[in-house]
């Protein structure tokens, strides 16, 4: 009985001690899911290395600031200017590359398991004259992002679609966002994302990425 107490009163601490802390999704599809236009060992070094480490980090900046724990990586990065200043900087770099890698996953999908209906292709072309202009201008903002940083579409508040790009881990939701608007679709543009199988051709990694879109969850979440 004893033994079992103490067994109960490990187990108590335990999740004591891990409630709150940020995990690392699995990605929702196979590694492989994405080839031949992303290719499997990426996908492992972006998952397993590169967003994993943006998640330790992450629960590492908040370690003075344990109360914190309870907030989503949402709602930090949504309030970056009301945390303590001394973690502000790593929370919008970590915070942001947590939330940004968790959707990007969820914005892909298998080749031809997603493609775009009629209906998004109208809302497209409405937004941006027709899908070939708004893949063009999506690749210009996923190619002339110098440095590291990401391409989106996002919805603003007066419902319009709109392309920008961010650089480093920022997004079009954080506090003190450029441009604010609901992200719809993304792409990483950071060498880590694509430099194995693109080397430096950006522009073809950006076109590529045409074919692993979800374009069935992008439609949800223009029409959210
Ligand atoms: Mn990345």
């Given at each position: 009985m004893k033994r079992l107490n103490f067994l109960l009163l490990l187990l108590i601490l335990f999740s004591a001690f891990s409630f709150g802390q940020y995990k690392l999704p699995d990605l929702p599809y196979k590694y492989n899911?994405?080839?031949p236009y992303i290719d499997s060992t990426t996908m492992h070094i972006h998952h397993?290395?590169?967003?994993?480490?943006?998640?330790?980090?992450?629960?590492?900046?908040?370690?003075?600031?344990?109360?914190?724990?309870?907030?989503?990586?949402?709602?930090?990065?949504?309030?970056?200017?009301?945390?303590?200043?001394?973690?502000?900087?790593?929370?919008?770099?970590?915070?942001?590359?947590?939330?940004?890698?968790?959707?990007?996953?969820?914005?892909?999908a298998a080749p031809g398991t997603a493609n775009m209906s009629p209906k998004l292709e109208k809302i497209l072309s409405e937004n941006f004259g027709s899908v070939d202009a708004f893949k063009a201008e999506f690749e210009k903002a996923a190619v002339g992002r110098f440095g590291s940083g990401w391409a989106w579409l996002i919805k603003e508040p007066s419902g319009k679609l709109r392309i920008i790009s961010t650089p480093n881990q920022d997004n079009p939701l954080m506090s003190g966002a450029e441009v604010k608007g609901i992200p719809v679709l993304t792409l990483d543009v950071w060498e880590h994302a694509y430099y194995l199988k693109y080397q430096n051709k950006r522009a073809a990694y950006a076109k590529a990425f045409w074919n692993v879109v979800n374009w069935t969850e992008v439609e949800k979440l223009i029409e959210q």
């Open positions: 899911a994405l080839e397993d290395l590169h967003h994993a480490t943006y998640v330790s980090n992450l629960n590492k900046s908040l370690e003075k600031h344990p109360e914190l724990y309870k907030k989503s990586v949402l709602e930090l990065i949504q309030s970056l200017n009301e945390l303590p200043a001394d973690i502000q900087n790593v929370v919008r770099n970590n915070g942001g590359g947590v939330y940004n890698h968790s959707f990007f996953w969820k914005i892909m």
